[in-house]
């Protein structure tokens, strides 16, 4: 981006629509036409056969004309957003005109008069023509870039507003903070957050374990303003069963922060070409695994639930007092496609 | 080592808060008997005071933990340095372990732990936060390609074991119980594992250091 804001740049930039007196005299030219078209009819004792149809012919000229000027003047968004009903409207405008036409036609089977209708019609048509032809032209491409304004506008508004939210937040914390490993936390996690936001949905099979778990971590920490302390071992890529793990990692954390009742949890994983396992451990209450609280017993078995539907497993090591560990085991994609090979079955269950 | 007077400290580290803070922590248990701000003044005022421990930061802006302890190794003092960071750069931490540091902890240890941890460096015990666990468990993996010295270069299954849990968050008492050992042998698993991290040739470790750094 240059100087000055962009959008007032390229508005300046776009040619003005028409201007409001040609408009007036295109108006005008219609009226002038009509009044012709009457008072011959008057003076000469033209029968209706010609007027009426002639009338209706500017009926429908006139819903064409009605539709586009309401278009431009009564706010570009509501004639955008029924752009159907626009073209449905202009249609039906034109499909009178026609009518109109053809019932003067099979009015009048008098040459003469016919000739002088169709040459006050023509004329008439002429005059919109000249008139409304480049203007609607005009006025459609304004539409079109009133609209891609629009939408460039509604774009950077919620441009502006994520980044308000996220990066500017973070970057004022980042400032207040002395300590560099919350800088780099801070930091990190902003950086993923918003690469998911820039590069569209967030990234659940891409990445690596480690920095998975970090930001799971870094969130638990946000949340619930508990310390925790990732040591990882090992690295490779995430795929869908250990984006199952570090999931329960992150439900492990939670439930840890919410009801142990200590500042700290520990998350340990170590990373294998075959297997991850991961370990939350608290040190606070703990708990008795026969007697849980059904909304206790609901996060275990989300957390083992999760496990096993992913293929792993879960266990629970805690006891009053004595603190609570989560012991979390999966194997990776690529040790269950070499099974699969090895058993002689190439697409088998993913489940 | 054993005195029968308090222990006497010496705080290096260029966040003045942070040496206020520490001062205030350790304070009440041991004698701070001086603080620096970087490499130079710090190798002045432990040549000086000459105290039992120096908390070390690995990250000093003229320069590195490791320096301090490198100027001061040819002047055959009987000092104990304990590395104190922030940093989480497997490289940085390596590096002043292997320089001669007795353990690493983090800055986010807490104010009985850190007062615990300067009592047993002093007293000859290794001390591993269970981030050096991690790194020391990563670096001796089985990934990395043949030892040219299994004394050195190979971690034992206990001291995996210990080295596992360590990461894991446990202390060394927790260990004992778990493994069904006593704190002490514990304690001898982990300075075997800390001797093991400082002398082994591999030149693996500061390579491994090195490219962990890119993750």
Known sequence: MTTGNPIERLRRELPNGLSNDRRSLGIILIAIGGLVLARRGAAELLPASILWPLLIVLVGFGAVVWQVSKSTEAGMRGALRDQRVAVARIALGCAVALLGLLAFLAANVSLAVLLTGLVAALLVSVGLGLVFGPWLWLVLRDLRDEQRLRLWADERAEVAAHLHDSVLQTLSLIQRTDDAREASQLARRQERELRSWLYGRERTVEGDIESAIEATAAQVEDRFGVAVEVVVVGSGPLDEPTSALVAAVGEALTNAAKFAGVDRVSVYAEITPTSVEAFVRDTGDGFDPTEVADDRKGIAESIRGRMQRAGGEADITTGLGEGTEVHLRIQRESQREMQREQRGDPRGDTA | ?215
Not at chain 2, 7 to 29: P, S, T
Not at chain 2, 50 to 65: A, E, I, K
Not at chain 2, 69 to 82: H, P, V
Not at chain 2, 109 to 131: H, M, N, Q, T
């Open chain 2, 1 to 215: 080592m054993s005195r029968s007077e308090r222990l006497r400290v010496v705080l290096v580290d260029d966040h003045e808060l942070f040496r206020k803070g520490v001062r205030h922590e350790l304070g009440q248990r041991y004698d701070i008997v001086a603080e620096a701000a970087d490499v130079d003044e710090a190798v002045d005022v432990i040549a000086d005071t000459q105290p039992d421990v120096v908390l070390l930061d690995v990250h000093l802006t003229s320069g590195t933990g490791r320096d301090v302890i490198e100027k001061l190794a040819d002047r055959d003092l009987d000092i104990t340095f304990l590395a104190l960071s922030v940093s989480d750069a497997a490289e940085d931490v390596i590096d002043v372990v292997r320089a001669g540091a007795r353990g690493y902890v983090t800055k986010s240890i807490k104010s009985d732990e850190l007062v615990d941890a300067v009592r047993r460096v002093a007293e000859g015990d290794a001390v591993f936060s269970p981030r050096l666990a991690g790194f020391v468990l990563d670096a001796f993996s089985a990934a990395v390609p043949a030892p040219a010295d299994p004394e050195l270069d190979l971690l034992t299954n206990r001291e995996q074991e210990v080295m596992r849990l360590l990461a894991r968050g446990y202390a060394y008492k927790e260990i004992g119980v778990k493994l069904s050992i006593s704190v002490k042998t514990v304690e001898t698993h982990a300075s075997a594992v800390l001797r093991k991290l400082q002398l082994s040739s591999r030149h693996e470790l500061s390579s491994w250091a090195a490219r962990r750094r890119l993750v």
